[in-house]
């Protein structure tokens, strides 16, 4: 097995690198809370992950957000002990960052059930940060619409704003809400928190690092509010026919819609459908990825590495 990052032979680590057999040890007997239908409503287009998965990487993964929400519950209780008055627990914010096409949209639905299912917090909200991209009237005009996913393509005020309102335990916290269909911001739609107990983020670069201000200042990032970050991840090549796939999937259902965005590409014939798929990838998607999104893996305090196969084969879990 490869040295995990920021290891060196012979060298200590930050880092604990899990097989799949070793992570799936870990979920302790825990009984399986869904069934085949619930898993078959929230995986998405071109996502593989089955009951196996669900048992060997997510019941696993569950178990240790548990024990960790726990955990920071216990600490709140400590901090209230020593400032002497009651201050209420704010809601437990997990980060879940990585590529297009790679499953992390997946992921953070599968955990947003399974997280809800736990007695100890039964308030799971999920949010994703398409919502906080910039209209697409916005991005033309800054000439950003072939950038869209990357960092600049985005209303970095509004999230950050929106995150620190949601750590701060603000009674009611609003966020906009984004349609893959239209493919840009819907302007009269929002999702609404109310006193959450977990609040899920998932988005291409939540895990970017706080960018210097003019004055040399260094801001805040969104990922500073998160209380645990995750990453998914796999070779750039597999994410690649992943997505190719995926918009074939497409060509075939969601891009056939009248109000679709790329009901353009609905009618091209099989070779150009791939051609014009691998042209976004190489042109967009690829770029971002390398440029943006893979850097911030070191960033995650958990990395779950898919195979080929789409199956999560590795786990790497930072210790401190």
Do not use: C
Not at 32 to 45: F, I, N, S
Not at 63 to 70: E, F
Not at 232 to 239: K, N, Q, S
């Amino acid at each position: 097995m490869a040295e995990p990052e920021g290891k060196t032979p012979g060298t200590q680590s930050p880092f604990v690198d899990l097989t799949r057999p070793e992570w799936a040890r870990l979920r302790d007997q825990m009984p399986l809370p869904l069934t085949a239908e619930e898993l078959e409503a929230l995986r998405g287009l071109g996502d593989e992950v089955d009951l196996n998965e669900v048992s060997d990487i997510y019941l696993p993964l569950s178990r240790l957000l548990n024990l960790h929400v726990r955990g920071t519950a216990r600490l709140h209780e400590a901090t209230t002990t020593f400032l002497g008055s009651f201050a209420e627990r704010t809601p437990y914010v997990i980060g879940i960052g990585g590529s297009v096409a790679v499953g992390k949209s997946t992921t953070a639905r599968l955990l947003r059930l399974l997280l809800a299912r736990w007695p100890d917090h039964p308030r799971v909200e999920l949010v994703t940060t398409d919502g906080f991209l910039l209209p697409n009237a916005e991005l033309e005009r800054r000439g950003l619409l072939q950038r869209k996913g990357f960092p600049e393509s985005y209303n970095r005020r509004a999230l950050l704003r929106f995150v620190a309102a949601v750590k701060s335990g603000a009674a009611e916290v609003r966020a906009p809400k984004y349609s893959h269909l239209t493919y840009d911001v819907l302007p009269d739609e929002q999702v609404v928190l109310k006193h959450p107990d977990i609040v899920l983020i998932e988005g291409l670069n939540v895990l970017q690092p706080a960018r210097p201000r003019e004055n040399g200042v260094a801001g805040l990032a969104v990922s500073d509010f998160f209380d645990f970050s995750i990453y998914v991840d796999a070779e750039p090549g597999d994410i690649r026919q992943w997505y190719i796939t995926r918009f074939l999937r497409l060509r075939e259902t969601a891009f056939r819609r009248p109000e679709s965005y790329f009901r353009r590409y609905a009618d091209l014939d099989h070779d150009e459908a791939v051609a014009q798929a691998e042209h976004l990838w190489d042109t967009i998607n690829g770029p971002n990825l390398s440029q943006n999104i893979q850097p911030t893996r070191g960033r995650a305090k958990l990395v779950l590495t898919k195979n080929a196969d789409h199956a999560v084969q590795r786990v790497r879990l930072r210790k401190i």
